[in-house]
């Protein structure tokens, strides 16, 4: 009876490791195609930082 358990629980894992690689792989994706597309702001030169100061 333990063994049926045993062995049902590792072919549970089997069965499910392919789908949370695949999720994993897909939110690291998405995470990596949200960043890509960022739009930060350039740098603004120190005289033009000084002007909008004043």
């Not at 072919?11 to 949370?20: D, H």
């Not at 739009?39 to 930082?49: D, G, H, I, K, R």
Request: hydrophobic share 50%; proline share 7%.
């Amino acid at each position: 009876m333990q063994e049926d358990i045993a062995q049902d629980s590792y072919s549970t894992v089997r069965q499910l490791r392919p789908v949370v690689i695949t999720v994993i792989a897909a939110k690291l994706a998405v995470f990596v195609l949200l960043m890509t597309t960022v739009n930060f702001q350039p740098p603004l030169p120190a005289s033009v930082e000084v002007a909008e100061a004043r």
